[in-house]
């Protein structure tokens, strides 16, 4: 059974000096000896770590401790092996790049809905008022190309700062649906979320906890391939397994 701990999250709370906190998380990472990447902003913070469990899990509540991050959620993951090389804290301007300073998730979050009620929309062909349901990706293309839902609009952005051109050229076909933004763990989507009630379109929603928890909610149904992650696992199936892992299981049968 894997013993390492992978976990995803992301939280948008004010941090008064992200240098001080990104050195005191450097710290206590190397101290507790996990790997992967923390990024700190003005805005919060997005991590993706991995270690033995209990390192993890110490971890985690170091970065619970901070003031604003008391109620950060996590997704977790299990892996064979650390899939992250080394350990590291960067200090930059948003925790996702999208290049709107007015979209402040911190100043309030776009409505959202879970994992759970998307699901039975989908099974069902429609929301609870009758509206079609769009699932809009907010990811790279290469992202896309591992796995997606079903028929989600797919707008062939390399990089996020290219999703408010997108959407602006796209506002017309979005219109008179429920338009459910999607990414890996729900930063993306957030914004994304932010940015299109801002443009004046209605009945958007967020996917809360993205594409990592809807695979640990529901039996991932609607969903096609695997979901992109940026380390030595590539690819995640709805089960939360590496698409490696589960490839090599087959081939060994």
């Known amino acids: 059974m894997p013993t390492i701990l992978n976990i995803a999250a992301y939280h948008f709370a004010e941090i008064s000096s992200p240098k001080e ?16 990447t923390i990024l700190v902003s003005h805005e919060g913070l997005n991590c993706f770590l991995a270690g033995e ?11 619970q401790a901070l003031k604003g991050f008391e ?5 977790e993951s299990w892996s064979e092996t650390i899939p992250f090389k080394r350990f590291k804290v960067k200090v ?32 069902q062909g429609h929301d609870d008022e009758g509206k079609p349901v769009v699932m809009l990706d907010t990811r790279n293309d290469f992202e896309v190309d591992h796995g ?13 700062t290219e999703f408010p051109s997108a959407v602006k050229a796209h506002t017309k076909e979005l219109e008179g ?6 990414c890996t763990g729900g930063i993306r989507c957030e914004k994304a979320a932010i940015f299109m009630n801002e ?24 969903w096609e391939g695997s979901c992109f992650v940026f380390d030595e696992r590539v690819g995640l199936l709805p089960s939360l397994e590496p698409e490696s892992t589960q490839t090599k299981i087959a081939t060994a049968f």
């Open 21 to 36: 906190t990104a050195e005191q998380l450097n710290t206590k990472g190397l101290q507790h000896q996990v790997k992967g």
């Open 53 to 63: 469990e209990e390192q993890v899990r110490t971890m985690l509540k170091a970065l």
């Open 71 to 75: 109620s950060l959620i996590v997704k």
């Open 92 to 123: 930059k301007n948003e925790i996702i790049r999208m290049d709107h300073p007015t979209i402040c998730p911190t100043k309030g979050r776009a409505a959202s809905v879970s994992p759970e009620v998307l699901k039975r929309w989908l099974d």
């Open 148 to 160: 997606r839902f079903t028929n989600a609009i797919d707008w062939r952005i390399t990089k996020f």
């Open 177 to 182: 649906k429920t338009v459910v933004s999607y």
């Open 199 to 222: 443009l004046g379109l209605r009945n958007v929603l967020q996917l809360d906890g993205g594409i990592l928890n809807y695979f640990d909610k529901t039996d991932g149904s609607h």
